[in-house]
């Protein structure tokens, strides 16, 4: 597979400001309990495991011995993070009745 490595760092350096703007939203949701503090802890970790990827891409650094561990962990977060949306909207929607 060709990596465009122009590309890739293109996407880091996203990340890298998507993480910057998640971390500010968290510190700025002002308790721990709320939708906004909650959903950008999540962004702030997802973003944090796209660096390793971006950098393995690029050849800086190399999990192909741990790739399968990788998308098992993957996996079971989707699966959380889907439980928890869900289970804060069927919240949301009970308290408007």
Do not use: C
């Not at 703007?21 to 906004?36: C, E, P, W, Y």
């Not at 802890?41 to 393995?56: G, H, T």
């Not at 561990?69 to 949301?92: D, E, N, P, Q, W």
């Amino acid at each position: 597979m060709d990596v465009i490595v122009p590309a890739e760092v293109g996407i880091l350096f996203g990340v890298l400001i998507a993480l910057f703007l998640f971390l500010r939203m968290a510190i700025s949701a002002g308790t721990v309990k709320s939708l906004q503090f909650q959903l950008a802890a999540f962004l702030s970790v997802w973003s944090l495991s796209e660096i390793p990827r971006v950098l393995d891409s690029i050849g800086v650094i190399n999990l192909s011995s741990i790739s399968l561990y990788g998308m098992m962990i993957h996996t079971v977060s989707m699966v959380l993070f889907a439980f928890f949306i869900t289970y804060r909207f069927s919240r949301f929607v009970m308290t408007k009745k």
